[in-house]
């Protein structure tokens, strides 16, 4: 039996015949840009994660950008963030000429430290991102008042947490401002490349939709130099259609990662994920740890289960930031992981069979 790693096509599925619907308006109107869809998108986003506004964009890595340049992020500014992320978290900091400056994480979650982010913050840090990891959400609440005291903007980094909560507070409205993507493969995922900024700001929102709409609010009269980021109508139309499923979604897979800690449990070898207390876990990954990983990823394809390393290589060890100076050593909570990291099949509709075949195949692996 193949087991993907991912099944987008089983969620297609399901909302299909909606959005054949949608699609057909969208297109009998041609209302392509900024179409009413992207408005009722928007709305029903912001209601869901809690927040008072919601600015749809082109991708995850605008949505970042444009929320850390709304809350006053410049050239030479600071930015603190986890070194375990993916590189679109510092990219964004980098497109906007801020310096990224990077922490370790936690040993038993993988999520930011926040101690390490205390020693990290200098008079030059403008904003704090802490990257809400593998479908749980950060310590937000230890890093709020922290950061108050110094000045500091919050900026979650949300794109894989669309529908956690943090003791009962929903990613997405916990700092200033928050950056979510919905690239297909994400818990929440639109037909293509689309993103969002949610803040309960509003002088936030209204600068991040300045930002994206060429830094102007009037045709042909440009306050600002910004960029070309909107949310396009037919991924709006998609994202409805999803969000209304999203909750559905997200508690199958958590009853996915409950039989996944049930087969592994006794499997020695294989150290599986934890909750950190507090956080309602939406697992848009399911990350286990094992030792010679290369090789136990290389047998699970053989054997045709799908699975993937989020992330390989810690952030101040890829080519694009050795720039920073930060060699082998520099955060080895996060280098240590890179080493060990395999992310197993994941998605609403992983049948129990599916999981009992990826233990299987992963113990005989791990077992040598």
């Known amino acids: 039996m193949n087991v993907p790693f991912v099944d987008l096509a089983s969620q297609h599925a399901e909302v299909a015949d909606e959005v054949q619907v949608g699609l057909a308006d969208v297109f009998a109107r041609t209302a392509f840009v900024g179409g009413e869809e992207v408005g009722l998108f928007e709305?029903?986003?912001?209601?869901?994660?809690?927040?008072?506004?919601?600015?749809?964009?082109?991708?995850?890595?605008?949505?970042?950008?444009?929320?850390?340049?709304a809350v006053g992020v410049g050239p030479g500014d600071e930015v603190v963030l986890p070194a375990n992320t993916f590189v679109a978290t510092a990219e964004a900091v980098s497109r906007i000429g801020a310096v990224p400056v990077l922490v370790d994480v936690d040993e038993e979650h993988l999520l930011v430290d926040v101690d390490a982010v205390g020693r990290a913050?200098?008079?030059?840090?403008?904003?704090?991102?802490?990257?809400?990891?593998?479908?749980?959400?950060?310590?937000?609440?230890?890093?709020?008042?922290l950061c108050a005291a110094a000045g500091v903007a919050v900026v979650e980094d949300s794109a894989q947490a669309q529908g956690a909560r943090r003791h009962g507070a929903p990613a997405g409205s916990l700092g200033l401002a928050a950056a979510t993507s919905f690239y297909p493969g994400k818990n929440l995922g639109a037909a293509g490349d689309a993103g969002a900024v949610t803040t309960c700001d509003e002088e936030v929102a209204d600068r991040v939709r300045l930002l994206g709409a060429h830094g102007s609010r009037t045709k042909?009269?440009?306050?600002?130099?910004?960029?070309?980021?909107?949310?396009?109508?037919v991924q709006a139309v998609y994202l409805r259609a999803k969000l209304a499923r999203l909750e559905k979604w997200n508690q199958l897979r958590r009853e996915a990662a409950a039989r996944y800690a049930e087969l592994l449990a006794d499997l020695p070898g294989v150290r599986v994920p934890r909750t950190l207390p507090g956080n309602e876990d939406v697992w848009h990954l399911y990350v286990v740890r094992v030792a010679d990983r290369d090789r136990v990823l290389a047998g699970l394809a053989e054997a045709g289960v799908g699975a993937g390393i989020?992330?390989?290589?810690?952030?101040?060890?890829?080519?694009?930031?050795?720039?920073?100076?930060?060699?082998p050593g520099a955060f080895p909570v996060a280098e240590a992981a890179a080493d060990a990291i395999l992310s197993l099949p994941m998605?609403?509709?992983?049948?129990?069979?599916?999981?009992?075949?990826?233990?299987?195949v992963l113990g005989s692996l791990v077992r040598g």
Not at 128 to 137: A, D, E, K, S, T
Not at 220 to 233: F, I, K, M, P, Q
Not at 311 to 323: E, N
Request: hydrophobic share 40%; with cysteine.
């Open 220 to 233: 042909y009269v440009h306050e600002v130099v910004g960029t070309n980021s909107r949310l396009d109508t």
């Open 121 to 145: 913050l200098t008079p030059r840090t403008r904003a704090v991102v802490p990257v809400h990891l593998y479908g749980q959400v950060a310590p937000v609440e230890r890093l709020l008042p």
């Open 43 to 69: 709305a029903e986003y912001a209601r869901y994660v809690g927040a008072r506004h919601c600015v749809g964009v082109a991708n995850g890595t605008d949505a970042l950008e444009l929320a850390l340049r």
């Open 310 to 327: 989020h992330y390989p290589t810690a952030l101040h060890l890829t080519p694009a930031y050795r720039h920073l100076g930060l060699g």
């Open 347 to 360: 998605f609403p509709h992983l049948a129990p069979v599916q999981q009992e075949r990826v233990a299987d």
